[in-house]
């Protein structure tokens, strides 16, 4: 009987697949693929300012949807902002257009919507609705922690199910450049074409399905009593995450999303006066006029009332050069943004590209793993390498299939090169230890067509774009991660995406890439993108002193570290 269920289970979900085609695009082997043979417009993005106009371009463009997942939605960064800005606009200009946004319960939804009040993060979701915004999560994990691997990788904003940016990363302002001391180096493709409209229908799949809580779904009356149920059964969850404590996250995001920019303009205003260095202030001409006529009050770390002036921002104007204070008008910022993306379009750099097949991967999820998997096909296009793949990802951490691809790689003779982080450019400790000791014992036995790369982190030379916001540019000692999830197969074939090289990505979270086969043209783009970052990265090979650094470093932690390996 389980056997049979399995089986209709399956077939179910193939139809369903099949069933959200749209012209121009077939059906592959797997339902987790779908390919298109109709043109395409791409365009390969590398860098963060480009990446943040694309972003904002598609969503004023949008006539009738903007679909947005994302991992991690820092609600006090300006790009996040930026989006919710333009998504609100959007909407009280055009009543017809929705905006749909699924967030992570684990890192953007309010840390998690369980750990909050109920009838709070209700009165959240209903607020942002009526400005434009409906909101969902993916697997509550207080719900059920069994199922707490299962988290929503995908990254993408989809307009008008006509085009999109996909690809690795969060809306967090490291992932654009816009930090003076860390960001985050990372791959992103846009695009433009049929095979959008089959991505949008996964998504929309994901966003109704059984994993997404919809927090509307049922009457006031309905939610206190499932709530109480559940603060029942699961005392002891409750008990420690502290439930209370989630409110006050729920209305620093409403502050922060309805405020939008302005807001934390003027936030800002107060780090400076309290002596604040790095500072990136974005202001509008209504941040101006606030400050002229009322003042904006704020609270201190004590609690007290604080009142901004006017001569706040002139302070601001002629805060120290050692302060490394950016100020910077919003429309000359969103100028700065637009002459980026026409400088990185230039013919010499990532101009468009005009492709004949393109492919999507879009993983479903299921309760305890993906029910739906791109990630095996993603294996066998490697595998039929003939001279070289080239990766670039921030993690080496192979699952089974991932070091028997590898190996065939190996036996095949193929080449191997694998750019990642440095310890100095990781920032999270248990995976980039076990990315460097899982890479040293596969080197030690395959040193002859693996080369591994380190990316050292800091003074970039040679990746056009990437220093673009003054205060970065200023700063020497800006840590830069390698964070894009990208592979080249022989010069000819691609895949961008959000899925890591690593067991979460292949057994646990929905990922998603594009993938363009037999396409030279775009394969040498984004080669020559992973080369640049590989010009700023170390040898890693086993005669390099690069191990030997890294056992010194390795030593050097704290007890507490060694512990947590």
């Not at 434009?132 to 994990?141: D, H, S």
């Not at 220093?467 to 200023?474: D, E, N, R």
Request: charge should be neutral; hydrophobic fraction near 35%.
């Amino acid at each position: 009987m389980k056997l049979i269920f399995c089986l209709h289970k399956f077939t179910l979900t193939f139809f369903l697949l099949m069933g959200a085609l749209s012209a121009g695009a077939q059906q592959s082997t797997t339902p987790a693929m779908t390919f298109s043979e109709a043109p395409h417009t791409v365009q390969l993005l590398d860098v963060g300012g480009p990446v943040l106009e694309r972003f904002l371009d598609i969503i004023e463009k949008a006539e009738h949807s903007v679909d947005i997942s994302n991992y991690l939605i820092n609600y006090n960064d300006y790009s996040s902002l930026l989006v919710f800005d333009a998504i609100q606009k959007k909407a009280a200009n055009n009543k017809n257009c929705k905006a749909r946004i699924l967030l992570e319960d684990s890192t953007s939804a309010g840390v998690g919507y369980r750990d909050t009040e109920f009838w709070a993060w209700r009165k959240f979701v209903r607020d942002m609705k009526a400005r434009g915004i409906e909101f969902r999560v993916f697997n509550p994990r207080s719900k059920n922690p069994i199922n707490g691997n299962v988290r929503t990788h995908q990254k993408f904003i989809i307009a008008d199910g006509h085009e999109m940016v996909l690809g690795g990363r969060n809306l967090s302002d490291d992932y654009y450049g816009i930090v003076p001391f860390y960001n985050r180096l990372d791959k992103e493709i846009y695009v433009k074409g049929p095979i959008v409209k089959v991505t949008q229908d996964r998504f929309l799949e994901l966003w109704n399905g059984p994993m997404v809580k919809n927090l509307l779904q049922y009457s006031d009356a309905e939610e206190i009593e499932r709530d109480r149920k559940i603060q029942r059964e699961d005392a002891g969850h409750l008990r420690i995450s502290g439930r209370s404590n989630g409110s006050l996250i729920l209305r620093n995001m409403s502050r922060a999303i309805e405020e939008g920019g302005d807001g934390l303009s003027l936030r800002k205003f107060s780090w400076i006066r309290g002596g604040g260095v790095n500072i990136t202030i974005l202001y509008s001409d209504r941040v101006i006029e606030i400050l002229k006529t009322t003042g904006y009050d704020l609270m201190n770390d004590e609690g007290e009332p604080v009142r901004l002036t006017y001569s706040d921002f002139i302070h601001a104007l002629n805060a120290p050069k050692e302060k490394n204070i950016t100020l910077m008008h919003i429309r000359e910022f969103r100028a700065r943004l637009k002459a980026e993306l026409k400088r990185h379009s230039h013919a010499d750099l990532y101009p468009e590209v005009i492709v004949n097949k393109i492919g999507i991967g879009f993983d479903l999820p299921g309760t305890l793993r993906k029910e739906v998997n791109f990630i095996p096909y993603f294996y066998e296009t490697l595998k039929e390498a003939k001279s070289e793949v080239v990766f670039e990802n921030q993690y080496f951490i192979p699952s089974p299939a991932g070091w028997q691809t590898l190996d065939v790689l190996q036996n095949n003779g193929v080449a191997i090169k694998f750019l990642t982080n440095s310890m100095v450019s990781q920032d999270e400790n248990n995976p980039g230890t076990l990315t460097h000791d899982r890479m040293r014992d596969y080197l030690k036995s395959n040193s002859k067509l693996f080369h591994p790369f380190a990316f050292i982190g800091q003074k970039l030379q040679g990746i056009p774009g990437a220093l673009w916001w003054p205060a970065t540019a200023a700063n020497p000692d800006c840590v830069w991660q390698i964070h894009g999830k990208a592979v080249v197969i022989d010069q000819v074939s691609s895949w961008v995406g959000s899925n890591n090289f690593d067991n979460r990505s292949e057994e646990f979270n929905p990922e998603t890439a594009v993938y363009i086969p037999h396409n030279a043209i775009f394969a040498k783009q984004l080669y020559r993108s992973i080369h640049n970052n590989i010009l700023n990265s170390e040898d890693m090979s086993v005669k390099s002193g690069y191990w030997q650094r890294y056992d010194q470093k390795r030593e050097q932690r704290s007890f507490t570290e060694k512990i947590l390996d």
